[in-house]
């Protein structure tokens, strides 16, 4: 019984390795294939309310006009794809910290679709 139990973990133990190996591994592709933006997500003004709020509490300090000058670029919605930039908002970029401690998974999506929506002022 007790043998039948630790193989029983051991199984569970490298099948949760190779879990984390396959995420990490992956790299980028890990996080792009994690999450899918539909037009219910994207359009939705709840979501484009709480992505606007985090933009304009967070991330305009650096980005657009009310950041100082040279602290980090204006963004250029219309160049980047949507999974690009919650990618960046997720992992961090050079002089950008990562948002994933801060924003859960939902949150960062919204800001994602702020920033990709026509209403995005920065
Ligand atoms: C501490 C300042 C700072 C804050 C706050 C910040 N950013 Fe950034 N961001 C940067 C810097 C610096 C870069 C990278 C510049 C470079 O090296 O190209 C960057 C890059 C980016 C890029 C990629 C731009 C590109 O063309 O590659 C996106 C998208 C972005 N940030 C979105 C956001 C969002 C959304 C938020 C709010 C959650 C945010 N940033 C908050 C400093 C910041």
Redesign the pocket.
């Known amino acids: 019984m007790k043998m039948t139990l630790s193989k029983h973990l051991a199984t569970v133990l490298v099948a949760l390795a190779l879990g984390v190996i396959l995420q990490f591994g992956a790299g980028g592709n890990a996080v792009a294939a994690e999450v899918e933006f539909t037009k219910e997500f994207t359009e939705n003004p709840e979501n484009l309310a709480t992505?606007k709020k985090?933009?304009v509490k967070?991330?305009?300090?650096?980005?657009g006009q009310s950041?100082y000058p040279g602290?980090?670029?204006k963004?250029?919605?219309e160049?980047?794809k949507i999974g690009?930039?919650y990618r960046?908002?997720t992992k961090?970029?050079?002089?950008?910290?990562s948002?994933k401690k801060?924003?859960n998974k939902k949150k960062?999506m919204s800001?994602?679709a702020?920033?990709k929506s026509p209403g995005f002022v920065q």
Do not use: D, E, N, T
């Open positions: 992505g985090i933009w967070q991330c305009a300090k650096c980005h950041a602290k980090a670029p963004l250029k919605p160049k980047y690009f930039v960046r908002i961090g970029f050079r002089g950008m910290p948002w801060k924003y960062r800001i994602a702020y920033v």
